[in-house]
């Protein structure tokens, strides 16, 4: 664990090289071109192979993709109590990002001219859940439901195989309630490349969706121009942000249950501006470690990616929380702070106000998505929206009045830039001679 004062000498340079982490080096870079080469040219086949080398796991052509029945069984024999919980989880999502839809909208522009902008789903996209050995339900519902607010068509769905080659049930039972009809099995950058591309199996998309790990991340980023991607959503973050009035408690329970994630590439923050509350929490941390640490990396996040940094003051706590652009950022503080302190801070993924407000309400339920920018994207990266499944155009339309308001100025940028041909195109519909040559 790395401790940190803001008023300590180097501060900012410390903390920027805990926020770079691990980037990709030139093998890894060099690696996942050559994999999506491959997937490329030799689709199915190549999809298989990687499976094989990457999952530990074969599955057959036949395989591939679930099988609506599969999907159907799922749903039906999904335990009630599992049910009514992935339903309450779909009624939030749903609920939260229907008031984003994007509504088209068409004005007259000071010349007079109709203008406006149309908003339309996007064909086909494709959605990755991480996971195999755990299924990631909410992320299922966290992307999804977005697609088929925004009305799209085709959503396919692709996740890793588990160890027998299958899907969890309870992962094909949410994607059934979430009326998805396209799962194929397979994960990682095999999986990115199949979609980009498209094979003799699965049809090419339009558009990458979800979060993965840091090799999926980087064929994403590699497939951009190919395809769309949302944003590049890596192993979480939290932090949390507080003053004396925390509970020590609750603080160390939300930043070890974003460290139990599993990659061990997690990356947790602790900003407080009280040192005996930051150490209360430490110790806490500490403390409660082992509990969680059974089967997954927990202990590394805790060794390579906590930074607890004592603040002067809630700005300087502010002004850590701007440059760090975290995925998640709980304020827990004295409750006539939280205005204003919200108001400051304009770079987080999901801001989550008061200490009764844990992060894993945005993980499962509450209705924002969870897929959220990480690795200080979220300078200019938003949170995955129902905008980010569709595509607008602009629309204009002039007439002869409103053409004759803009032919000054066409004229002139026409004369400008040495485009004649711009400008005449405008003068000839007016019956004019061109303006300015």
């Known amino acids: 664990m790395l401790v940190l004062d803001t008023n300590a000498s180097g501060f900012w340079k410390k903390l920027a090289a805990f926020c770079a982490g691990a980037r990709p080096d030139a093998a890894m870079v060099r690696n996942v071109a050559a994999i999506l080469e491959d997937v490329r040219k030799n689709g199915d086949a190549a999809v298989r192979k990687y499976t094989?080398?990457?999952d530990d796991v074969e599955v057959p052509p036949a395989r591939l993709r679930v099988k609506a029945g599969e999907l159907a069984a799922a749903k039906k024999n999904c335990p009630p109590k599992q049910r009514a919980a992935f339903a309450e989880a779909i009624r939030c999502v749903k609920a939260f990002h229907q008031k984003t839809l994007p509504q088209s909208w068409n004005e007259r522009n000071p010349h007079g001219a109709q203008v406006g902008e149309n908003f339309y789903p996007l064909r086909r996209v494709g959605i990755n859940?991480?996971?195999?050995?755990?299924p990631l339900v909410s992320t299922v519902i966290m992307t999804t439901v977005l697609a088929q607010i925004a009305g799209v068509p085709e959503i396919a769905v692709c996740t890793p195989p588990d160890k027998n080659g299958g899907t969890h049930?309870?992962?094909l039972a949410a994607l059934?309630?979430?009326g998805v009809e396209e799962v194929y099995r397979m994960g990682g950058i095999q999986a990115m490349g199949a979609l980009a591309f498209g094979t003799r199996t699965i049809p090419a998309v339009d558009k990458l969706c979800g979060p993965g790990n840091a090799y999926t991340i980087e064929a994403k980023r590699q497939l951009f121009g190919t395809v769309g991607v949302d944003?590049?959503?890596?192993p979480s973050e939290v932090m949390v942000l507080?003053?004396?009035s925390a509970n020590a408690r609750w603080a160390a329970l939300d930043l070890l249950?974003?460290?139990e994630h599993g990659t061990g590439k997690e990356r947790i923050y602790l900003v407080c501006t009280n040192a005996a509350k930051l150490q209360k929490i430490v110790a806490e941390v500490v403390r409660r470690a082992p509990e969680f640490a059974q089967g997954n990396r927990l202990p590394a996040v805790l060794e390579k990616g906590f930074v607890a940094v004592r603040a002067k003051n809630l700005d300087e706590a502010a002004a850590v929380a701007n440059y760090v652009a975290p995925e998640h950022l709980e304020l827990q503080v004295k409750r006539s702070a939280l205005t204003g302190l919200t108001r400051q801070i304009k770079t987080a993924g999901a801001i989550l106000l008061g200490g009764e407000t844990p992060t894993?309400?945005?993980d499962f339920t509450a209705g924002p998505s969870h897929t959220l920018p990480t690795g200080r994207t979220g300078r200019f990266f938003s949170g995955l929206r129902v905008a980010d499944f569709m595509r607008r155009s602009s629309i204009v339309q002039y007439d002869a009045e409103s053409l004759r308001k803009a032919a000054n100025v066409v004229a002139a940028f026409s004369a400008l830039e040495s485009l004649p041909a711009h400008g005449e195109s405008l003068t000839a519909r007016l019956g004019t001679e061109a303006l300015g040559h």
């Open 176 to 178: 059934a309630l979430c």
């Open 129 to 134: 859940v991480p996971g195999g050995q755990v």
């Open 231 to 234: 944003l590049l959503p890596g």
């Open 242 to 244: 507080c003053d004396a």
């Open 169 to 171: 049930p309870g992962l």
């Open 360 to 362: 894993v309400l945005g």
């Open 257 to 259: 249950a974003q460290a």
């Open 52 to 54: 094989r080398k990457f």
